[in-house]
């Protein structure tokens, strides 16, 4: 009997330690921040960071509104892109998967990001995944409604330098 119970114990403990170093899920909801430090200098493009946004099948059908985002590290590190969608090219349609390439300042493990939407339409993202050199892929779910004019996300970086210098 105590042979069976350690091989169950051995193969939870193996399980849960692969699973986890694959990718980091942020599982809260997101929050509103009043503002943030966009620091345009430091995007000069050093590394590449893959940014795929899935939006939700609750959304409406596409959005016209334009989205910006910014993501970084607990060290100080902002990636920035002003712009993600491009008028007349169909992103962030309902039940899609936009992937997009951006280039900014290299990290370490990314641990906050924030979306900002500007229109009238509404949007709806149902996760945002970003990967790059020298981090893991991390994941910040979503699946709210994103208000207007108002940075809205995650911030993990917990009383870091992060929180002091970019979002302020």
């Not at 995007?43 to 910006?68: A, H, P």
Request: a positive charge.
């Amino acid at each position: 009997m105590k042979p069976l119970f350690f091989l169950l114990f051995l193969a939870f403990v193996l399980s849960s330690s692969s699973s986890s170093q694959a990718r980091s899920v942020i599982p809260r909801r997101p929050q509103p921040l009043s503002s943030i430090r966009i620091n345009t200098t430091l995007n000069q493009g050093t590394c590449s960071f893959t940014v795929s946004v899935r939006t939700s099948c609750s959304s409406i059908r596409y959005t016209r509104d334009r989205i910006s985002l910014s993501f970084g590290d607990a060290y100080g590190n902002q990636v920035y892109a002003p712009r993600l969608d491009s008028p007349g090219s169909k992103t962030f349609e309902q039940c899609s998967t936009d992937t997009f390439q951006i280039s900014g300042p290299c990290t370490y493990q990314i641990c906050y990001l924030y979306l900002y939407r500007t229109g009238n339409d509404g949007w709806l993202p149902y996760d945002v995944t970003v990967s790059g050199y020298n981090t893991k892929p991390v994941t910040f779910y979503y699946n709210v409604l994103i208000p207007r004019d108002i940075w809205y996300g995650f911030n993990y970086c917990y009383g870091t330098r992060a929180a002091s210098s970019a979002m302020k």
